[in-house]
């Protein structure tokens, strides 16, 4: 079997879905725009090649590295991305080399806004976010309707254009003036209210193998749930099956009104972030990725979902004066924390520091929360 793995360095664990593929005998074929030797030990070991492309956002070179595989390897079983930046770049190989998943045809319905939109009509479940703007009147309309503050978000999961908080009409109208195209943005609800999500592994089926909960706590946190609110799995399967992807890992964001009401937010056929298969694995000691390498290769989920852990992800941002050093997080609640990653570089700012810990106790875990956010 041959996979190519895009971006292998793009977070810190991809290279051990690598490890574990090629220990089942997988040929798993790296393409990336780092240089080799700046990868890291782990993932040059755990890759049977690497091909370096001067730009991934370069189709046309991806597109030859892929054809080098090919040509040496033989016909390409699947592409692998955990990059939601390169979802249009993976549908393209799929599309190009006849490879099985979500190709260009599919794309516009699972990276975007507006695509989510009709999935969520379709499974009849509610979401707040707008259509796309056709105009100033409709962005208009949207904010009187929903409320201040709203938040302008790119229609395209893809789109590396910034998200703007909009506090008021005379915000938004400045907002507007500067916009060259109403159309590919979305209007949402911006509220700082606590957002749960769905998170898990959909099989070759298109079922969910393994599934979780998280909700945020405070700023750039979240935890696992033990137990899984049975309105948000019933919300969240009705949204996957209509979705007839498969073999892919998901996220799907819920926020909940004053009624208690869950309305979708964000639906990603890929991990929440970049720490997420860690999460699950604390959560349940379990090896996600060992279990992910055994489904590409036709074989079924087989660990035993307990949820023994409510696990926490909490990222501290560089520049900060928090309150507690290291030292001292370390002196108060080391037995909690399973991974602490230093000057890593999130989705939140580079340089960020994120931490991971466990507790079976919930209470513990978010007074663990609120000690590391302290300023």
Not at 21 to 33: E, F, K, P, S, T
Not at 307 to 327: L, V
Request: aromatic share 12%; with cysteine; proline share 3%.
């Amino acid at each position: 079997m041959n996979i190519i793995i895009l971006s292998p360095d793009f977070s810190h664990n991809v290279y051990q879905f690598c490890l574990y593929l090629r220990n089942l005998g997988v040929h798993v074929l790296g393409i990336g725009d780092t240089a080799y030797d700046q990868l890291s030990q782990s993932l040059t070991g755990a890759l049977t090649e690497y091909y370096k492309v001067d730009n991934l956002a370069n189709y046309d070179e991806v597109l030859r590295a892929a054809g080098y595989f090919t040509h040496k390897y033989g016909k390409i079983n699947r592409i692998e991305n955990i990059n939601p930046r390169l979802f249009f770049t993976e549908a393209a190989l799929r599309t190009d080399f006849h490879v099985p998943g979500v190709n260009l045809d599919a794309l516009d319905l699972h990276a975007s806004y507006t695509g989510m939109k009709k999935l969520c009509r379709k499974a009849r479940v509610n979401t707040l976010v707008s259509d796309a703007l056709l105009s100033r009147e409709e962005a208009a309309e949207y904010a009187k309707k929903t409320g201040y503050p709203v938040i302008a978000k790119p229609d395209s999961f893809i789109s590396q254009a910034p998200c703007t908080i909009l506090q008021n009409e005379e915000e938004l109208n400045a907002w507007l003036d500067k916009l060259p195209n109403y159309a590919t943005y979305v209007l949402a609800p911006h509220t700082k209210k606590a957002y749960y999500s769905f998170d898990g592994l959909l099989d070759a089926s298109g079922a969910p193998a393994f599934t979780a909960a998280h909700v945020s706590a405070g700023q750039s946190a979240f935890y696992s749930l033990r137990d899984i609110p049975e309105d948000l799995a019933k919300t969240a399967a009705k949204l996957l099956a209509a979705t007839n992807a498969a073999g892919r890992f998901f996220h799907i964001r819920f926020s909940r009104n004053e009624k208690n009401k869950l309305f979708v937010e964000e639906l990603l056929l890929f991990p929440g972030n970049g720490f997420m298969p860690d999460i699950f694995n604390f959560a349940n000691d379990i090896n996600v990725y060992q279990e992910w390498a055994n489904m590409v290769q036709g074989d079924q989920f087989s660990s035993d979902i307990t949820r023994k852990f409510h696990c926490a992800y909490i990222a501290r941002s560089a520049g900060k004066d928090y309150a507690h050093k290291e030292e001292e997080i370390r002196a108060a609640y080391d037995r909690l924390l399973v991974a602490t990653f230093p000057q890593c570089g999130t989705e939140h700012q580079a340089g960020s520091s994120v931490f991971l810990a466990r507790s079976e106790d919930q209470e513990e875990l978010l007074a663990l929360i609120e000690f590391l956010q302290a300023e």
